[in-house]
């Protein structure tokens, strides 16, 4: 399908794709082909281009300049490292 196509076309359909558009014909050619066949098994309401959203619980939450944390001493500390 592809064979006729020119570079440039190869290459951008590439980049619209969101693939790599590096390399020879032969290979975009074939990244192309490849890229038809996943197509396949991807539903479309799979297709996406949001960042998935996740809830995190308290303990998998980020620590920052306004976290506020326990007091800590060195006997603590020891026993942590061992």
């Given at each position: ?30 990244r ?5 066949q ?17 809830k ?26 061992g």
């Amino acid at each position: 399908m592809y064979c006729n196509w020119r570079i440039a076309e190869l290459k951008d359909e590439l980049k619209k794709r969101g693939a790599s558009f590096n390399g020879k014909k032969d290979e975009l050619i074939e990244r192309l082909e490849l890229n038809d066949q996943n197509s396949i098994y991807v539903s479309p309401e799979c297709r996406t281009d949001e960042d998935p959203k996740m809830k995190l619980p308290k303990t998998y939450q980020a620590l920052n300049s306004d976290t506020i944390l326990p007091p800590l001493d060195k006997t603590m500390i020891r026993h942590y490292l061992g």
